[in-house]
DNA sequence: GTTCGGTACTGGACCGTACAGTACTTGTTT
DNA sequence: AAACAAGTACTGTACGGTCCAGTACCGAAC
């Protein structure tokens, strides 16, 4: 119990513990009630730490914000890893069906969509938060694809004369209904896996049925 | 000039010119600024009103956002009713272009985005005003488009299992990229007539592909 | 067309509350 | 001992909503 490589050092300083504690608290509150409906001291509060702790670890509310919005699109690579391999396929109609069945599940998850709200709502003030946001998260994820699509049109896969539209049209065909409606309806998940499959399945068909050569 | 049946009279009286500056005044900081981004002492400067006319003509903040919303929604019909038209085409691919020109013409304006990003950013305090703004805007001509496709499948020129979802599919084949990054980025025009015709026609393009018989 | 009364509107003071951020004093950890 | 944190009081400000004293508007009566 005394390893010292740890992903997650269970040997963390008391320092470094407030300072978690404080952004766990805050990344829950402001996914919940946004950057206007939370108060430093709801999060102090809930982090079990006194305001002046707040201050010690963020210099203010924007930064705090910043920090968190941007420490949450850790886990995109791993996403953007397993499209990349897609480029290799043997077997398109299938591996892109696991792809895209993959993606909305990710994508549909609470998380993701509040964080989405989120920056959406505060792009307003947040302009450039809610562009890196984007380059970080969606954008990343659109490039993956326009890659990947290349590649397989390289391989004579795919006829696609833009690819980038490629790209978009492949997540929003999947995404399109059950995202539309995420947007404006609260986060009660309304989606069994069975309806989230047929997302998939029919967005795939479509998908090559326009674009497989 | 003394005709009496006008549309808009323009025998208007104090009281309601108040009121209709009022709603203007608020519509236009509420869709920069936001529900919490915008004081009551604004709305009654910005429309040249003293504060206690905003509060005899609206009982409160959230009834006047309620009121604004909700009276935002007019001119949906009028897009709808081109959307039914088309299920008598007779050349489907033109008339299916020119729909999707137009869709994506009303949707990319500002002023929708705008109202689309508030709403989505006040889904958590005002879940029934966003329920009831989807269903009256983005809702209703979901709905236009399956009523369409399914008088098409009928006559025998697409072939639709799923009818919401085709709909689904052809709105946001037509709005992904565009829509997607309105989103996140202000609300700067980014897109020449010339970009948004090739969303339209590519959109149309790989819905045929895939719903036409 | 002047007078009159009711209603709407103004302007600004005001109340209570909430919140970002600071100051300071008293423990507590290492 | 020295840095850290708790707790809490405090400052300044912003905002929703109300109140009130006075003014402009409008339609009806004369």
Redesign the interface.
């Known amino acids: 119990m005394t390893d010292v490589a740890q992903t997650t050092p269970q040997v963390e300083g008391r320092s470094a513990r407030k300072r978690r504690a404080i952004m766990e608290a805050a990344t829950g509150l402001f996914l919940?009630?946004?950057y206007?409906?939370t108060s430093m001291d709801e999060v102090a509060a809930l982090a079990a730490v006194s305001k002046q702790t707040v201050y010690k670890n963020f210099t203010d509310k924007e930064q705090l914000f910043r920090d968190i919005i941007l420490g949450a699109t850790d886990r995109v690579g791993e996403f953007t890893e397993v499209v990349a391999q897609l480029a290799g396929t043997e077997d398109l109609e299938e591996d892109l069906g696991e792809l895209a069945r993959r993606y909305i599940t990710v994508v549909i998850q609470p998380r993701t969509l509040q964080l989405r709200?989120l920056?959406?709502?505060?792009?307003?003030?947040f302009?450039a938060v809610?562009?890196d946001?984007?380059q970080r998260a969606?954008g990343r994820t659109i490039d993956a694809f326009t890659d990947c699509f290349q590649k397989l049109a390289d391989r004579g896969l795919l006829r696609i004369d833009?690819p980038?539209?490629a790209a978009?049209?492949f997540?929003?065909?999947i995404?399109?209904?059950p995202m539309?409606?995420a947007?404006?309806?609260?986060d009660e998940q309304q989606y069994t896996p069975a309806e989230l499959q047929?997302?998939a399945d029919?967005?795939v068909?479509?998908?090559l049925?326009?674009?497989r050569t």
């Open positions: 919940r009630n946004g206007q409906g709200r920056l959406i709502a505060e792009a307003g003030r302009p809610a562009r946001y984007y969606p833009d980038p539209l978009s049209h997540a929003w065909l995404l399109s209904q539309d409606k947007m404006f309806f609260g047929h997302f029919e967005g068909r479509v998908f049925a326009a674009y």
